[in-house]
């Protein structure tokens, strides 16, 4: 194993594994933009129709099954029915940012998948050139960018919706992504440190022989479930939980402009699975294959690349199936007190081995046991640090409050602390006095809402 992650570490120091787009040319680079939105579109309705049949599984009923075989033109026709639903929009929203914020949204979600590489060097219309759009040093961070970027949409469009619901989800969005965001790129920091490199191409080449997820498996844990919560999937569905906030940020939303987010939201899914595969899984190459191998060759190694890209879709749908929208604290706690802090501890540590294997006397570190001890501390700790219950300030010794249920013209029911004043009917009752006995005195209400106190 040591053997093995050093020369992966080797290849990736060598920096002759970039893609080579030397002999691309204009309609190569239009084919491959042609195709890469092609795909996204197509896997959005894969992806729908997936997660229907999945969860339908997991719940013991059939799903989707009446258009088309095995139901699969069921997305097509809601597609059908949003394109022609009635396209409505609030009278006090703030036009322009209304409809600019879901094409935000969708535009950048399109972006990611140009730096994603789908397989080796192929012959394309008689010109060799990489199954990838793009690539440059600095790849992933331009991954990260276009995320970041994407929430302005969910921003916006709760924010210009001039409504109470959406703003709230809008809010609950900018919270989530600065805390999950962290997270998320912290733990693919560890992974440009091994590989010394950002570009996604090179990355992909550093794992001939090893896949990454393996020494750093601490910040592979720490990215799928950053990865959950970034593209706001349960159980971190906050800025858009039904239960609480209608349907978030999209409440004011319809029609296409509602399609538009709905459809970002997929394709997020796509490009964060698509990430994990490309900087974790060994991108597009097979495992237990020869590198030599037919089957890491040509066209084949798309297919190895797709059956981990939904393979990471599924454990999307399994998670929805399976796991409860957390509270909005408990959200917040996992971001801020366990995934962050873990992240940075596991980017020190590997920093510093890294470091020290750069001096001679460190230049036969047994990287392996080294890495996989550390991964061991980490996941312990963090395991550790969920079982620890939170210390609750012990409650202050107070007298309960008298509510006056029907202050405000309506009744409202009293909160923990809070007691309804006492009833003259249930007094009178209690003594035995007639129904119809007129009370005086003390016992006489003052206030006409007293008669409905209890």
């Known amino acids: 194993m040591h053997s093995v992650l050093a020369a992966g570490m080797a290849a990736a120091a060598e920096g002759s594994t970039a893609a080579d787009f030397s002999n691309d040319t204009w309609w190569i680079w239009l084919i491959k933009s042609v195709g890469i939105l092609v795909f996204l579109l197509t896997s959005v309705?894969?992806?729908?129709?997936?997660e229907r049949k999945v969860v339908a599984r997991m719940q013991v009923r059939p799903g989707p099954n009446v258009h088309g075989p095995f139901g699969l033109l069921q997305s097509l026709a809601d597609?059908?029915?949003?394109?022609?639903?009635?396209?409505?929009?609030?009278?006090?929203?703030?036009?322009?940012?209304?409809?600019?914020?879901?094409l935000i949204a969708v535009f950048c979600s399109l972006l990611t998948f140009a730096v994603i590489p789908l397989g080796p060097t192929?012959?394309?219309?008689?010109?060799?050139?990489?199954?990838?759009?793009?690539?440059?040093?600095?790849?992933?961070l331009y991954i990260l960018a276009c995320a970041s970027v994407g929430v302005?949409?969910?921003?916006?469009?709760g924010w210009s919706s001039n409504s109470t619901y959406p703003l709230l989800g809008a809010v609950r969005s900018t919270a989530q992504v600065i805390s999950y965001e962290l997270a998320m790129g912290m733990s693919l920091v560890s992974v440009f440190i091994l590989a010394g490199s950002m570009s996604t191409s090179e990355i992909v080449s550093s794992q001939t022989q090893l896949w990454w997820f393996l020494p750093l498996l601490p910040a592979f844990v720490i990215y799928i479930v950053s990865m959950v919560g970034e593209t706001n999937r349960l159980p971190f569905d906050l800025p858009e939980a039904e239960g609480e906030l209608v349907s978030g940020y999209m409440t004011e939303y319809s029609s296409m402009k509602f399609a538009w987010f709905f459809l970002a939201e997929y394709i997020n899914m796509l490009n964060v699975s698509?990430?994990?595969?490309?900087?974790?899984?060994?991108?597009?190459?097979?495992?237990?294959?020869?590198?030599?191998?037919?089957?890491?060759?040509?066209?084949?190694?798309?297919?190895?690349?797709?059956?981990?890209?939904?393979?990471?879709?599924?454990?999307?749908?399994?998670?929805?199936?399976?796991?409860?929208?957390?509270?909005?604290?408990?959200f917040m706690k996992l971001g801020w007190k366990v995934l962050i802090p873990a992240s940075l501890v596991w980017l020190v540590l590997v920093a510093v081995v890294q470091g020290l294997r750069q001096f001679p006397q460190f230049a036969d570190l047994e990287l392996r046991s080294i890495l996989f001890g550390i991964a061991g501390v980490v996941i312990v700790g963090v395991v550790i640090s969920l079982l620890i219950p939170e210390k609750k300030p012990a409650p202050a010794a107070t007298r309960p409050r008298v509510l006056d249920a029907f202050a405000d013209g309506y009744p409202v029911p009293p909160l923990p602390g809070q007691v309804l004043p006492p009833s003259p009917r249930r007094a009178r009752v209690t003594a035995g006095a007639p129904a119809d006995e007129t009370t005086t005195g003390a016992d006489a209400p003052t206030d006409p809402k007293e008669v409905h106190g209890g």
């Open 45 to 50: 309705l894969i992806a729908i129709w997936f």
């Open 79 to 102: 597609a059908m029915k949003l394109l022609f639903k009635e396209d409505m929009t609030v009278k006090a929203a703030d036009k322009v940012v209304y409809i600019v914020a879901p």
């Open 122 to 140: 192929v012959n394309m219309f008689g010109v060799e050139t990489p199954l990838q759009l793009t690539d440059f040093p600095v790849a992933v």
């Open 152 to 157: 302005y949409g969910i921003v916006l469009g």
């Open 274 to 330: 698509a990430v994990a595969t490309t900087l974790f899984l060994g991108g597009w190459r097979a495992p237990f294959i020869p590198a030599d191998s037919f089957l890491q060759q040509g066209y084949w190694p798309v297919l190895w690349f797709l059956a981990k890209l939904w393979a990471l879709m599924f454990f999307f749908v399994w998670v929805r199936g399976s796991v409860l929208r957390f509270r909005y604290d408990q």
